[in-house]
């Protein structure tokens, strides 16, 4: 089962302006984030396997899926 994660910046923070897809964040940030959720749950004894990153414009997608299966579960 997917438990897909979305990175996002604040639109109003001027130290995020240029953030418009994945390409604009720092690599290293993004190996950190990914180190981190492939590693939070360990102490529960869960094992993540992470699947990496895509675009803003599928994230986008997943979020308006998320939407409607919520609206659809009401």
Not at 5 to 21: G, I, M, N, Q, S
Not at 26 to 53: C, D, M, N, S
């Amino acid at each position: 089962q997917n438990d897909f994660k979305v990175l996002t910046v604040p639109d109003t923070d001027p130290h995020f302006a240029e953030y418009r897809d994945l390409h604009h964040v720092p690599a290293h940030f993004l190996r950190e984030v990914e180190h981190f959720f492939a590693t939070y749950k360990q102490l529960e004894g869960v094992t993540i396997q992470t699947q990496g990153w895509t675009t803003a414009r599928e994230a986008i997608g997943e979020v308006g899926a998320c939407v409607q299966r919520y609206k659809g579960a009401r």
